[in-house]
């Protein structure tokens, strides 16, 4: 093929390391190879269904063989009100169970076997440090397990969630009042504050709820 040529080559892709003309040269005739390859299978195929029809002579000992096989071909549909019923009968299959790689063994109950890390393992052991004198399996199952250990202990107690009571701000607001009493203003607001400049350590919103009270007199935070 000329360089440049932008249409399919079958087999081009199996072909690098040499110009393009060399490449689809030998790609075309790997190609042709498989054609011919496959044309052969089917006509000794095609013999073969004759010999054992009684059409043609054996010519050799393959031949022979073939004529006197104990499977004839083409093969016989021996009950043709049977040829759809495996595909068309429904049939309840059980669940497949995930697989045991799939959970974490950081995560995995501690009476679990499969807890440890596999040897050559070059990630960090959370509290492996500390143990030695031991096989990787028993090391790394006693760390794993002080690990879930302390990470349920503290899941239940230093992480739980804490619940915030405020009140609740009115159901009516005047559209009309710049600065309310019991909502914040929006960030990004670009208006004046009263005493916004002076103040620090809370979020817009949470600061700017009730921005009057600073001229009230009320300084508090």
Request: net charge positive; glycine share 8%; proline share 8%.
């Amino acid at each position: 093929m000329i360089p440049g040529y932008e249409g399919f080559l079958p087999r081009l892709n199996a072909q690098y390391g040499q110009r393009y003309t060399v490449a689809a040269t030998e790609a075309l005739s790997e190609f042709q190879r498989l054609q011919l390859n496959q044309r052969a299978a089917r006509h000794q195929l095609e013999r073969v269904v004759d010999l054992q029809a009684g059409k043609g002579q054996p010519w050799d000992l393959v031949d022979r063989f073939s004529a006197t096989a104990e499977f004839k071909l083409p093969l016989l549909v021996v009950r043709p009100e049977c040829a759809g019923i495996l595909r068309d009968l429904p049939m309840d299959e059980p669940k497949l169970s995930p697989a045991s790689h799939s959970v974490s063994p950081y995560f995995m109950e501690n009476d679990n076997p499969d807890k440890f890390i596999k040897k050559g393992f070059a990630g960090h052991v959370p509290y492996g440090f500390q143990r030695f004198g031991d096989s990787s399996k028993k090391l790394t199952n006693s760390a794993l397990c002080d690990f879930s250990s302390n990470y349920r202990r503290r899941q239940s107690t230093e992480w739980a969630p804490v619940n915030v009571v405020k009140p609740d701000p009115p159901l009516s607001i005047n559209p009309t009042e710049i600065y309310h009493k019991h909502v914040g203003m929006l960030p990004n607001y670009a208006g004046h504050v009263p005493g916004c400049m002076f103040r620090f350590g809370k979020t817009y919103g949470n600061d700017t709820r009730d921005a009057k009270r600073w001229l009230r007199g009320d300084f508090t935070s």
